[in-house]
């Protein structure tokens, strides 16, 4: 589409990939852990939550200003971010934000890949972004609240005398056994597919294993791979 211009700005659009590996249908994900069978126990409940994915500080300052900016916006459901003067973000660096926000922040699967923002004409700069989301806030809420009762459900069967290996190791057994692999079911490539339809892509099983891991605390990555030449 055509750029709106308005006051030395115009606005553009800009879509990121559903995965990380968008040449792909479907990518081999898989679950890395900083885990070892040998480690000394480590209990879970000592733990904090983690609410970011490990590719969030690997940013600098200023982006992981305005990936926490995106998130406070999509958890209300907002429509438009303004960023101020004093905050110089590029549009590549807007591409590179969304895009690992949308693949990596595994509890945002609400958002849509398609986002808009304003853009200084002179200096490139990003002054506003647009972002849309696929369901309503009442909708995600509910999905939300479904998916957090599934993985609470699974990580009360977590006890005392487990090692973080026990633990995960558990996590994966769950995930396996209560879900199956589908090319066709919806929302088959995050959580609530996995954890609630119990259908999902290599995608979903990942994301509902970080999920898992990111709740009681052990630090856990997504790796995007191939298998059998897919």
């Given amino acids: 589409a055509e750029p709106v211009t308005t006051t030395g700005e115009q606005v553009y659009e800009m879509t990121v990939s559903g995965t990380k590996a968008p040449d792909k249908n479907d990518t081999d994900q898989t679950f890395v852990t900083n885990s070892s069978k040998n480690e000394e126990f480590s209990p879970y409940v000592l733990k904090k939550e983690i609410t970011r994915p490990y590719s969030y500080f ?30 110089k973000i590029t549009v590549s660096d807007l591409y590179f934000i969304y895009q690992t926000l ?12 398609t986002i808009q923002y304003l853009a200084n004409a ?3 700069y ?3 972004m647009y972002i849309e989301y696929t369901i309503s ?8 609240t479904k998916t957090d009762a599934a993985a609470d459900a699974i990580i009360s069967k977590v006890t005392s ?6 633990i995960v190791k558990m996590f994966h057994d769950e995930i396996i056994t209560d879900c199956n692999y589908s090319l066709t079911a919806e929302n ?22 970080e999920y898992l891991c990111n709740k ?7 790796v995007s791979g191939e298998a059998g030449g897919e």
């Fill in 58 to 87: 690997k940013m600098n300052s200023t982006q992981r200003l305005v990936y926490d900016d995106i998130m406070k916006a999509a958890v209300s459901f907002k429509n438009e971010i303004n960023f101020p003067s004093t905050v």
């Fill in 188 to 209: 088959s490539s995050d959580i609530y597919g996995c954890l609630i339809g119990r259908e999902a892509l290599c995608q979903g099983y990942a994301k509902a294993f």
């Fill in 137 to 144: 806030q009442k909708e995600a809420a509910a999905m939300l």
């Fill in 102 to 113: 949308f693949s990596d922040q595994i509890d945002a699967f609400y958002l849509d890949t």
């Fill in 122 to 124: 002179d200096t490139g």
């Fill in 161 to 166: 005398s487990m090692s973080e290996y026990d």
């Fill in 216 to 222: 009681v605390g052990i630090e856990t990555m997504i």
């Fill in 126 to 128: 990003v002054s506003k």
